[in-house]
């Protein structure tokens, strides 16, 4: 399979899109580390992942959080092997609302999760996958990185700041052999051919986290032809 023998580490994995990319991952053979801060969601997509002969591990984590970044690394490690592939799933929207009257630690705490968590886990991976000269970190975008919107200050600048900071890795990474993306997976599932039981979108992740890929420090969506290609190439 495209992942045989590659281990990945996804947050924000109890649910949602994190939820979905980790199925997918454990379907085209990767051994998945789970993390979110829910364990008993974390705990529901092991056995799923499970039941469908894949192999995965649940470990608790907040990715705001440095030593409990290291120790979800670590319990990779421990378990099965480092990382081979990161997706850096987690998030919040929230605080949704006019900056004048905002919560700074809410406020805060929302870049310390959507840009701070890629940051945390990036540099975890990163001497290691250097070393070996091989490594996938794919971070996900959004349209509100480019797409201004009342009350989403917050947000909009973590997005904005997350494209960047894939590019930027990038240039650092060149030549490496380690490759790093952004993703906006986008709204709604656009129409493109998906593969049986999962989004689209999850696919995509799937192909860019792959040795198939390495669309170093670039910004791609869900709504890009080639890569809608690529993937379908590539999994199907």
Known sequence: MLLTNQVAIVT???????????????????????ASRNAPELDEVVKEVRRAGGRALAQTADVADERQVQELVLAAEEWVGPATIVVNSAGMVEPIGPLALSDPAAWLRSLAVNVGGVYLLSRAVLPGMLDRGYGRIVNLSSGAATRSRVGWTSYAAAKAAIDQLTRTLG????????????????????????LPGRPASALAITYLASPAASPNGSVLAMGDDDLAQAVTAALG
């Open 12 to 34: 924000g994995a109890g649910h949602g899109l994190g939820r979905a990319v980790a199925l997918a991952l454990a379907e085209h053979g990767a051994s998945v580390v789970l």
């Open 171 to 194: 240039l650092e990474l060149e030549g490496t052999g380690v490759a790093v993306c952004a993703f906006d997976p986008g709204v709604n599932e656009p129409a493109v051919p998906a």
